[in-house]
């Protein structure tokens, strides 16, 4: 291999570490027909705001690693906390928890014209590696 080669290897793994960053695997079927297990879903990792409607990857209380839910409702309490109700739109009823805006939540799916931004089946790689 000559120095062009390794530069060129070189930058194409940094180009997919950082477009990895904004992007997240679906891990289960709870937001079917909108997007699947295995599908990758583009996200800002910084969103400035949140609204009803959006869909959102937050760290969940109830389970183990993060989840992909459309926010069903935003309420804020007496001490001005604010929270989110969220769901899955494959799910029979809420997220058993409310997700506690901003401290959990990662990021924002990214959409267009309303619909999210869905790279499909991609993400099956991932989830073999992880073993889900």
């Known amino acids: 291999m000559n120095l062009k080669e390794i530069a060129t290897y070189i930058v194409i793994i940094l180009i997919g570490i950082v477009v990895a960053q904004h992007m997240n695997v679906v891990v289960s079927g709870s937001m079917e027909p909108v997007m699947y297990r295995g599908d990758i879903v583009v996200v800002d990792q910084n969103p400035s705001s949140v609204q009803v409607g959006d869909i959102v990857v937050y760290k969940a209380t109830w389970v183990n690693e993060d989840v992909i839910h459309r926010v069903k409702e935003i309420y804020k309490t007496s001490d001005g906390s604010t929270y989110l109700i969220t769901k899955g739109d494959n799910n029979p009823v809420a997220d058993p928890y409310p ?34």
């Open 99 to 132: 997700v506690q805006y901003p401290d959990q939540v990662v990021s924002k799916v990214v959409s267009i014209n309303g619909q999210p931004l869905i790279i499909p089946k991609i993400g099956y790689i991932t989830l073999w590696i992880r073993g889900l």
